[in-house]
């Protein structure tokens, strides 16, 4: 990991789940879990295809793909929620990309732009203390149109009261890094950085 590359920006925008945050296989098994309980068939595909979507959209889309009806989505939603909330409290583990913000901590303007909701992000960036260090944490339910429009980022700046263009997004799915170029800022793909951790099946 190349800190100089990192330099010329005045601000930071961190996805979350994959990129700050190693809880993939956390997601990974409340979504199995889920998606089982309702028998919900689903393919590592179709849940690398919505890396980073939000979780009500991902059952919506499941349930259609498979032309399923009567199952309540918030159901679902919830019962995967619930068994990543067990998970996770559990266990949070940083990536790699935490040396990044620990070595530009104080420098760089920092913010987090996730797909997770506001409640779910701040629990789990408190418990890897971190949290109040970020000048912006913005959930999925900040924002009117999620991950891949450019939404979550440009709120990010607009809280850090910076210009886009002057951002780095750190991402590891394509729909926020399509997000990321359509607000106008620079983005790595965190995927080229270390070994993915997404579904098997």
């Known amino acids: 990991m190349n ?4 330099q010329h920006y005045a601000a930071f925008i961190f996805d979350m789940d994959g990129t700050l945050i190693d809880s993939m296989q956390h997601h990974q098994n409340a979504w199995q879990s889920a998606l089982d309980q309702f028998s919900i068939p689903y393919s590592s595909k179709q849940m690398l295809a919505m890396s980073g979507w939000p979780t009500l959209q991902t059952v919506e889309n499941l349930l259609a793909d498979a032309h399923i009806e009567g ?11 619930r068994r990543y909330h067990q998970l996770v409290n559990s266990e949070i583990q940083p990536t790699p990309l ?3 913000y620990e070595h530009f901590l104080g420098e760089k303007l920092m913010a987090v732009g996730t797909g997770a909701s506001q409640q779910q992000a701040e ?3 408190k418990k890897l203390g971190i949290a109040d260090k970020l000048q912006a944490i913005v959930g999925a339910d900040l924002v009117a149109r999620h991950k891949p429009a450019p939404d979550t980022f440009l709120r990010c700046a607009e809280l850090m009261q910076i ?3 002057a951002c780095l997004v750190f991402e590891d799915a394509d729909a926020g890094i399509e997000a990321a170029k359509a607000a106008g800022m620079a983005v790595v793909d965190v995927r ?3 070994p993915a951790n997404y579904f098997v099946d």
Do not use: G, T
């Open 123 to 125: 629990m789990i960036l």
């Open 163 to 165: 210009e886009p263009q």
């Open 192 to 194: 080229s950085l270390w």
């Open 71 to 81: 199952i309540d989505v918030q159901q679902v939603v919830d019962a995967k929620e």
């Open 98 to 100: 935490i040396k990044v």
């Open 3 to 6: 800190f100089h590359d990192y």
